[in-house]
């Protein structure tokens, strides 16, 4: 094989290959964190760690997500029946995205015993996009609702991030004021509205009327002098 033909051929595997990392870079990456919990009860500040994971799932223009946590948090002094206890979240966005979304769940679907960590349903939200990136998705304040009282826990060590998503935005833009269309300004013009394009309309109109002005002129003109000729 010559040299040439030799170095065209490593050039297509190093792109193969290239196109294969790229392939197989993942979409998403989701840990588990562990989160240090401060909690403001009625019955004065309560503490609790609980490992926290997220999942983001694509569902339709957004993404489902998913908190789900692996041991229970806070406690209450009674008894709470079935359904007296109402939990829900917020989660921290980061990356390409910022501020928070909301996540909530079912009401408890057992009696929680007095004095035992109240273990939280999965809680759930949609997520969508409104830039496109990588965006972060960190655990941030727990609300639990119970016998009309209020729970706030909030997170005091500074947990990582549990899930990580590569997004796309609904209207494709990259929120940078980049178009998704790699367009960078050259090439064909895109078509005007407005006055421009009234003007043009007006001067495309009066060429017309000239035209049919003159060729009835030439018409006239022609006919006269065949009436000449036959006098």
């Keep these: 094989m010559s040299y040439p033909k ?5 050039a ?27 909690c403001k009860t009625p019955i004065g500040d309560k503490s609790a760690v609980s490992p926290i ?11 489902k997500i998913t908190m789900s946590w692996q041991k229970g948090v806070s406690s209450s002094p009674v008894d709470l029946g079935k359904g007296a206890m109402n939990p829900s979240a917020t989660i921290k ?42 965006v972060t998705f960190t655990p941030g304040v727990l609300t639990i609702k119970a ?3 209020t729970t706030t826990c909030t997170p005091t060590n500074s947990p990582g991030a549990a899930l990580t998503l590569d997004v ?11 178009r998704s269309d790699g367009d960078s300004g050259s090439g064909a013009a895109l078509p005007q509205t407005g006055p421009a394009d009234s003007a043009i309309a007006l001067g495309t109109l009066g060429g017309t009327v000239l035209l049919a002005g003159a060729a ?16």
């Design 6 to 10: 030799r170095s065209a051929a490593l």
């Design 12 to 38: 297509s595997v190093a792109a193969l290959a290239g196109s294969a990392v790229l392939m197989a870079a993942p979409a998403a990456r989701a840990e588990v964190v562990s989160v240090n919990y401060q």
């Design 53 to 63: 994971d997220i999942a983001g799932v694509k569902s339709g223009g957004g993404y």
């Design 93 to 134: 966005l980061g990356g390409a995205d910022s501020g928070t979304m909301n996540v909530t769940g079912p009401a408890n679907q057992a009696t929680v015993p007095a004095n035992t960590p109240i273990k939280i349903n999965d809680l759930t939200g949609t997520y969508s996009p409104k830039k496109t990136g990588k």
């Design 147 to 149: 016998l009309g009282t």
């Design 168 to 178: 796309t935005a609904a209207s494709g833009s990259s929120g940078g004021g980049t």
């Design 216 to 231: 009835g002129t030439l018409w006239l003109t022609r006919r006269n002098q065949a009436a000449r000729a036959r006098r």
